[in-house]
């Protein structure tokens, strides 16, 4: 049962880091696509053609689609969710910590585990693989697999390269489309 706390506790704390980064980088995408289109309205004042003669029609299309996914956004609640896992991961760290002081799991802890469990979503699989893989040379058990190296590896490159992506879409389209 400690074992199982402890590494539900630390899977917590990975998915408490990935809702918090998924915030931070949906708010930055968010106004870097608001600037953009507040930008492309104000120079196509100027400039009507500026990016061709649909100019006004791409500044629609931007200006719907950022509503469309600010309000996504805002309905995953990114932030609520990371700080609900916060909580969640500190409450049981607090079980690893009684348990492990008493040296003997009671019924009562096996009764907060569950009701921890129910308290907030489940932190994904990929948390608990990327934990074990980040700190793998700290652990006494449940070593990452080679597969599971490969997964977390594979998926922090994936991130990275999808955001660079949704950073640098506006500027290479702007860049085409003025060419």
Do not use: C
């Amino acid at each position: 049962m400690l074992n199982k706390v402890w590494f539900t506790y630390k899977a917590r704390i990975q998915a408490h880091h990935r809702l918090e980064w998924m915030d931070t980088h949906s708010q930055f995408l968010l106004v870097w696509y608001a600037i953009l289109g507040a930008a492309l309205a104000v120079v196509a004042i100027r400039y009507p053609t500026l990016l061709g003669k649909n100019t006004d029609i791409f500044g629609a299309i931007l200006s719907i689609t950022l509503l469309g996914v600010s309000l996504s956004v805002a309905n995953r609640d990114f932030r609520g969710r990371a700080l609900n896992m916060r909580k969640n991961y500190l409450a049981l760290q607090h079980l690893y910590n009684v348990i492990s002081t008493r040296n003997t799991v009671q019924p009562e802890d096996i009764v907060k585990y569950d009701e921890l469990m129910n308290d907030v979503e489940n932190h994904q699989d990929m948390d608990d693989k990327t934990f074990r893989v980040r700190n793998s040379s700290q652990l006494t058990s449940r070593h990452p697999r080679k597969k599971e190296y490969f997964q977390v590896y594979f998926f922090t490159v994936f991130k990275y390269v999808v955001l660079l992506i949704f950073y640098t879409t506006p500027v290479i389209v702007a860049w085409y489309l003025y060419e």
